[in-house]
T-cell receptor
Framework: GENVEQHPSTLSVQEGDSAVIKCTYS??????FPWYKQELGKRPQLIID?????GEKKDQRIAVTLNKTAKHFSLHITETQPEDSAVYFC??????????FGKGTMLLVSP | KAGVTQTPRYLIKTRGQQVTLSCSPI?????VSWYQQTPGQGLQFLFE???????NKGNFPGRFSGRQFSNSRSEMNVSTLELGDSALYLC?????????????FGEGSRLTVL
């Protein structure tokens, strides 16, 4: 089955800095890679996703890049704000709708 | 449109008991997945149902089971509870029958096993 590794497990940045979270996956057949944000005590919510036919996707301050050859994808957050503090999960799809998640990155943005 | 609804939100059980959790997906969504979330292991896939059929199953013991009804509502059951089953159980629904669709999560059912 699919295996997703995510790094780092915690990331502390100052407000205004950029943050980068990296993930690798094992199944070359995976073709969909979403990122979820989970604030404390809340449900995970999709913030951005990328499909295997695209190398990069941006949405305001967040972007995701995908390298299919190396089987890794990354989340980039620019101009971080305190409200970006949360746990971020990367995932890769397996089969029809099964997502295999990384273990998460706790992002702390200090004012 | 109402979101994914899970009941109960919190429950406390003792070892050896069994528990049933319920999930109502977003109207029109036919795929329902269940995940177990724990601090050390993150989100781990339990199973996925589509049109009342289990389409995929994660690496959990047979004590964990589920089903889906004709209205797409789903239940999961854990029998003979163990302390290690304490976790947040998240249900997610999707509209995509063939995959690569966004998963919409419920608030979860937090199970504590004493």
């Amino acid at each position: 089955g699919e295996n997703v590794e995510q790094h780092p497990s915690t990331l502390s940045v100052q407000e205004g800095d950029s943050a980068v979270i990296k993930c690798t996956y094992s199944d070359s057949a995976s073709n969909y890679f979403p990122w979820y944000k989970q604030e404390l005590g809340k449900r995970p919510q999709l913030i951005i996703d990328i499909r295997s036919n695209v190398g990069e996707k941006k949405d305001q301050r967040i972007a995701v890049t995908l390298n299919k050859t190396a089987k890794h994808f990354s989340l980039h957050i620019t101009e971080t704000q305190p409200e970006d503090s949360a746990v971020y999960f990367c995932a890769a799809i397996e089969g029809y709708s099964t997502l295999t998640f990384g273990k998460g990155t706790m992002l702390l943005v200090s004012p | 449109k109402a979101g994914v609804t899970q009941t109960p939100r919190y429950l406390i059980k003792t070892r050896g008991q069994q528990v049933t959790l319920s999930c109502s997906p977003i109207s029109g969504h036919r795929s329902v997945s269940w995940y177990q979330q724990t601090p050390g292991q993150g989100l781990q896939f339990l199973f996925e149902y589509f049109s009342e059929t289990q389409r995929n199953k994660g690496n959990f013991p047979g004590r964990f089971s589920g089903r889906q009804f004709s209205n797409s509502r789903s239940e999961m059951n854990v029998s003979t509870l163990e302390l290690g089953d304490s976790a947040l159980y998240l249900c997610a629904s999707s509209s995509a029958g063939e995959g690569t669709g966004e998963l919409f999560f419920g608030e979860g059912s937090r199970l504590t096993v004493l």
